[in-house]
Every structure is written in C-alpha cells, then in structure tokens.
C-alpha cells in the first residue's frame, strides 16, 4: 500500500509558476516510477510526465514539454513537478501516481498506474 499527498496547487496568472510536491509513504519511493496526471473539468485524465525510479530518465507529454520538470528527492520521499510558463489551458487537477510495478518502460494511460493521491487544483488565470 502506497499513500500520496499532494501539494502546491493554487491560483497563478498566465505565464507564472508552481512547484507541485507529492509525498509518498508506504512504500520506499526509490522503488516507484511515479507519474503525474491531470484531469480538466469534463475531460479525461491526461498524462503529464513521468520519472524512474533513480530519477535519471524522465518522459513529457508534447504539450508541457519544455515547461514542466519532473523530479525527486527519494531521501525526503517526495516527487515534484515545476512548472513554467503556465497556461490558461493547464488549469487542472494534478494527481501524483505509481506505475504499476509489474509494468516497464514508459506508460502514459492511467490504467497503467495503481495508487494516486487526491489531487492538487491548479488554475491559470488570463
């Protein structure tokens, strides 16, 4: 069993930026290969980026590449997520998750990902 709790969300205008933290319990963090997700108002839940275990390999989905950083401090069992040059259409709700440890390589459905945290609103404003 894994537990994870978010944290950072808020209210930022277009064009700032936020540092998401998800913190991990359960389970040592330096055998997870967490993920991080989204999920809008009416949409699904979307792949934001992943890091492996060590932290040396990371994966972006195309629309935040080059604005968001994925990393982690497996001493402080925590997963963060910097983000830049926010969005208006990055307003979300950002959950941290856990790929399934029978599954390698990267994987960027959710089904692919068995213990998520509550989630962290963020709103970009205009």
């Known amino acids: 069993q894994v537990l994870l709790t978010e944290s950072g969300g808020g209210l930022v205008q277009a064009g700032g930026s936020l540092r998401l933290s998800c913190a991990a319990s359960g389970r040592p963090i330096s055998t997870l290969t967490m993920g991080w997700f989204r999920q809008a108002p009416g949409k699904e839940r979307e792949f934001v980026g992943r890091?492996?275990?060590?932290?040396?390999?990371?994966y972006y989905a195309d629309s935040v590449k080059g604005r968001f950083t994925i990393s982690r401090d497996n001493a402080k069992s925590t997963v963060y997520l910097l983000m830049n040059n926010l969005k208006p259409e990055d307003t979300a709700v950002y959950f941290c998750?856990?790929?399934?440890?029978?599954?390698?390589?990267?994987?960027?459905?959710?089904?692919?990902?068995?213990?998520w945290g509550q989630g962290t609103q963020v709103t970009v404003s205009s």
């Open positions: 890091i492996s275990r060590a932290g040396g390999s990371t």
């Open positions: 998750a856990v790929q399934k440890m029978s599954v390698v390589g990267v994987k960027t459905s959710p089904t692919f990902y068995d213990y």
